[in-house]
């Protein structure tokens, strides 16, 4: 009785690790053939609003990328909001010459309160979108461009692609690196194609005819996320600015990364929460869009995704064991298929891909880490205040990877 109900909890446990599988699958087959036709001429006008909380050591690269893109001054306006800042940052971008708006307000911090009240002093009426640059990444000198072939931009959201500056420094910022390799050159640009909207995060860019008629719409911890579920539960759709590279800095060291981690983790799983009823009653969305939106909001990273498979095949064998027991084990394995497929397509297209593999030796010691950073996590999510991520020295915007 006792092997009946273990193999019972494992099955189901190894159908819901099958789920991202399926949802990819399905986006292969019912994908539709699409290429993104330049806009010639369209220039949309965009504004660039770069939230900034004590970034003196970063700020400067990423102002100096955005005033280095190639776009009509007219078409363009950088803003540098410093929110509670207790550093240099303003007086270093007023250096650049770029307009910066300073926020003072202790008992409010955090990105998207500092986003939602610099977007109250700005006339959006005069911009057809609004692109939030995070302050510890550069942009490409085409990144406007990149943008623009998306016009008309007032009425979408939409995602560039979010690389690694910093992807070749460390086994940890290459493993990093490898996973956004692996959602925007090849999950994303499926889920697109199949009519489904994805997450979104540094860089995303929402059209003014949305502002203006909802507001900023969320003070999550994970703001991005909580944007990526309402919209995509009221139907807006969200597009991928596939020729618009943007290069985010990827913690160094484990330690740098765990703050973020938790922030993101919690973020997500409070969403679920809050919203995970409205998401299956809309009627705004059909079934595999919510299918997708619950798996992106509540996968776990693809090596929480190994461990788990791994401790279900051992418990299979061990606990269930006989014929159901190695069926359970195998259906658990492959259950990591779509996983091991996205990753050889990243890395046959990485411009590295040797010394990018050999970062796998590591796997095991960051597989434990993010389980540790998995239960503190869950024991910790009546927390919800918002902790800014650890920075270190800054590499050069010149020496960013390319795609």
């Known amino acids: 009785m006792l092997r009946m109900s273990l193999g019972l909890v494992l099955v189901f446990c190894t159908t819901l690790l099958w789920l991202p599988a399926v949802s990819e699958a399905l986006s292969l087959l019912l994908r539709r053939r699409r290429s993104d036709v330049p806009a010639h001429g369209v220039r949309p006008r965009i504004l660039f609003v770069v939230p900034a909380h004590d970034e003196e050591l970063m700020i400067q690269d990423c102002v100096r990328s955005l005033l280095a893109m190639d776009y009509p001054a007219d078409a363009q306006r950088i803003v540098v909001v410093a929110d509670n800042c207790s550093d240099s940052t303003a007086r270093l971008v007023r250096e650049l010459g770029v307009e910066c708006l300073e926020r003072f307000d202790p008992r409010y911090p955090g990105k998207p309160r500092a986003i939602a009240w610099a977007l109250t002093a700005i006339d959006l009426a005069r911009w057809d979108a609004c692109v939030i640059v995070d302050a510890d990444s550069v942009v490409a000198r085409d990144f406007a461009l990149g943008l623009a072939r998306l016009a008309p931009l007032n009425d979408i959201v939409f995602q560039p692609n979010n690389l690694v500056l910093n992807e070749f420094e460390t086994w940890l910022t290459r493993l990093g690196g490898l996973l956004g390799r692996c959602r ?3 999950t994303f640009p ?3 194609a199949a009519g489904l909207n994805f997450p ?3 860089g995303m860019g929402i059209g003014t005819k949305l502002l203006l008629r909802d507001g900023w719409r969320s003070y999550s911890i994970a703001e991005d996320s909580a944007l990526y579920a ?6 807006t759709r969200i597009r991928l600015a596939r020729h618009a590279n943007i290069y985010s800095q990827e913690s160094r060291s484990l330690g740098e990364g765990a703050t973020q981690r938790r922030r993101w983790l919690g973020g997500r799983i409070q969403i679920l929460r809050e919203m995970g009823g409205k998401i299956l ?5 059909g079934p595999r869009q919510k299918l997708d939106i619950f798996i992106e909001l509540g996968l776990t990273s693809p090596v929480l995704n190994l461990m788990i498979a791994a401790a279900i095949a051992v418990l299979a064998l061990v606990g269930v064991g006989g014929a159901g027991g190695r069926l359970i ?3 658990a394995t492959m259950s990591l298929s779509g996983i091991v497929l996205t990753t050889l397509v990243a890395i046959a297209r990485h411009p590295q ?4 593999v050999l970062a796998f030796v590591m796997l095991p010691t960051y597989a434990v880490w993010r389980f540790a950073v998995f ?3 869950i024991l910790t999510l009546k927390d919800t205040t918002w902790r800014r991520s650890s920075r270190s020295a800054t590499p050069t915007p010149l020496a960013h990877p390319q795609p």
């Open 281 to 285: 009653r809309s009627s705004n969305i």
């Open 353 to 356: 891909p040797g010394r990018t």
């Open 184 to 186: 925007f050159e090849v």
């Open 200 to 202: 979104i995060g540094n």
């Open 375 to 377: 239960v503190s996590t």
């Open 329 to 331: 084990a195998i259906a």
């Open 230 to 235: 309402i919209y995509t539960e009221a139907g």
């Open 190 to 192: 499926l889920k697109e």
